[in-house]
């Protein structure tokens, strides 16, 4: 219940006293607390149910709390932020870091006064698993990136959806919220995924590029990555029927070499051991007609079959690193990844693994949330 306006200065600052449980108050104490005027005692004593622990009975601590609510003009929605911010994060803060504008603070009050109760719980753990000194101005950047999209309470549900599934919070940034929020409205927790339709331009600029890209890297072994085997790339040739015979290599190689014509088993397509000594043996290197003899015949069903495994994906989960955000899955050795490009969901890129464990604890060690088990 609200003090009267009719009541005297002191007696309303005594009143506050007394609503904050703090003892052993002096008089001297109390006529300081006058000098901060009506609006601004009106507007602590309202909260004091609410607000009553962040002050723990302190008189200095009740002092610093109505000296971060002025000026008096913007004690009421300082307050009311406040409140709710504690409530939906079950905190005690007396307190709102200083950022430029209030409003911010304002609309990320009112959206965790739209958290469900139930809901709390989850708000709770993420807010647990930050720093404790810069949590709350994490969690404010977060939510005014998303806000700024438009997602600001997505953001809010993006944090209970990671704690609630058991994910990684340090993969919710103020990089990452928005593809997070869009993860979440296409693909929430165990809603199942029916496939990419589409490449996407992953880091290489567009779709056709990306295509290119990882179709070389995969399918010809280019750029030559000496960390990587070739057991990859052997699937591949087999998986999508790709051929080169001595005549193709004597054809189109600048440089022809003896050593690499002997790898070949007479008019037959390489394979087998012939195709691993020449891949081991950088057949390709310095030879770029030669890997776009073989890039062309791979192009477009290394493309097909990345969309068409897509569909039957298991152990699908939203991952993020705090930079990016990616939906993986695996079907056999086939892992295949991709993310949000805008508002376009695409492939970022498909490999054969050769360890697809390790390639899966890889990829849940980012967890957000499953989409498929």
């Given at each position: 219940m609200p003090l009267p306006l009719s009541m005297p200065l002191m007696t309303a600052a005594s009143h506050l006293v007394q609503a904050y449980s703090i003892a052993n108050i002096q008089h001297g104490q109390v006529t300081r607390l006058t000098g901060y005027g009506r609006p601004i005692l009106d507007a602590a004593y309202d909260a004091a149910?609410?607000?009553?622990?962040?002050?723990?009975?302190?008189y200095q601590w009740l002092v610093s709390f109505l000296d971060y609510l002025r000026p008096s003009q913007f004690a009421t929605i300082k307050v009311d932020a406040i409140k709710r911010i504690n409530a939906a994060f079950n905190i005690t803060a007396s307190a709102l870091p200083e950022i430029n504008s209030l409003s911010r603070w304002k609309a990320l009050g009112e959206a965790c006064a739209r958290v469900a109760q139930q809901d709390r719980i989850y708000l709770d753990r993420f807010y647990r698993t930050r720093n404790a000194r810069s949590a709350l101005s994490d969690i404010e950047e977060i939510f005014y990136t998303a806000n700024k999209e438009g997602m600001g309470d997505d953001a809010l549900r993006v944090m209970k959806a990671v704690m609630q599934n058991g994910g990684n919070a340090a993969g919710i940034t103020s990089r990452t919220i928005v593809a997070l929020a869009r993860m979440l409205r296409a693909h929430p927790p165990l809603s199942g995924f029916m496939g990419y339709t589409r490449w996407g331009p992953g880091?290489?600029?567009?779709?056709?590029?990306?295509?290119?890209?990882?179709?070389?890297?995969?399918?010809?072994?280019?750029?030559?990555?000496l960390e990587v085997g070739v057991a990859e790339t052997m699937f591949w040739w087999d998986f999508l029927r790709i051929q080169l015979t001595l005549a193709d290599y004597n054809r189109l190689a600048v440089n022809p070499k003896p050593l690499v014509q002997s790898l070949f088993d007479g008019l037959n397509p390489l394979a087998g051991d012939h195709l691993r000594r020449f891949l081991i043996h950088q057949a390709f290197n310095d030879e770029p007609q030669l890997a776009d003899f073989a890039l062309q015949q791979a192009l477009r069903p290394y493309r097909d079959v990345a969309i068409e495994t897509s569909r039957v994906l298991n152990r699908v989960i939203i991952q993020s690193n705090g930079e990016k955000v990616?939906?993986?899955?695996?079907?056999?050795?086939?892992?295949?990844?991709g993310r949000f490009e805008g508002t376009e969901l695409g492939i970022s890129s498909c490999y054969w693994a050769t360890d697809i464990e390790s390639k899966l604890r890889g990829a849940r060690s980012n967890i957000c949330w499953e989409v498929r088990r």
């Amino acid at each position: 219940m609200p003090l009267p306006l009719s009541m005297p200065l002191m007696t309303a600052a005594s009143h506050l006293v007394q609503a904050y449980s703090i003892a052993n108050i002096q008089h001297g104490q109390v006529t300081r607390l006058t000098g901060y005027g009506r609006p601004i005692l009106d507007a602590a004593y309202d909260a004091a149910d609410e607000l009553r622990a962040c002050c723990d009975r302190k008189y200095q601590w009740l002092v610093s709390f109505l000296d971060y609510l002025r000026p008096s003009q913007f004690a009421t929605i300082k307050v009311d932020a406040i409140k709710r911010i504690n409530a939906a994060f079950n905190i005690t803060a007396s307190a709102l870091p200083e950022i430029n504008s209030l409003s911010r603070w304002k609309a990320l009050g009112e959206a965790c006064a739209r958290v469900a109760q139930q809901d709390r719980i989850y708000l709770d753990r993420f807010y647990r698993t930050r720093n404790a000194r810069s949590a709350l101005s994490d969690i404010e950047e977060i939510f005014y990136t998303a806000n700024k999209e438009g997602m600001g309470d997505d953001a809010l549900r993006v944090m209970k959806a990671v704690m609630q599934n058991g994910g990684n919070a340090a993969g919710i940034t103020s990089r990452t919220i928005v593809a997070l929020a869009r993860m979440l409205r296409a693909h929430p927790p165990l809603s199942g995924f029916m496939g990419y339709t589409r490449w996407g331009p992953g880091d290489h600029g567009n779709p056709d590029a990306n295509l290119r890209a990882h179709a070389l890297k995969h399918v010809c072994r280019q750029p030559l990555l000496l960390e990587v085997g070739v057991a990859e790339t052997m699937f591949w040739w087999d998986f999508l029927r790709i051929q080169l015979t001595l005549a193709d290599y004597n054809r189109l190689a600048v440089n022809p070499k003896p050593l690499v014509q002997s790898l070949f088993d007479g008019l037959n397509p390489l394979a087998g051991d012939h195709l691993r000594r020449f891949l081991i043996h950088q057949a390709f290197n310095d030879e770029p007609q030669l890997a776009d003899f073989a890039l062309q015949q791979a192009l477009r069903p290394y493309r097909d079959v990345a969309i068409e495994t897509s569909r039957v994906l298991n152990r699908v989960i939203i991952q993020s690193n705090g930079e990016k955000v990616f939906l993986s899955g695996a079907s056999g050795n086939i892992f295949i990844i991709g993310r949000f490009e805008g508002t376009e969901l695409g492939i970022s890129s498909c490999y054969w693994a050769t360890d697809i464990e390790s390639k899966l604890r890889g990829a849940r060690s980012n967890i957000c949330w499953e989409v498929r088990r």
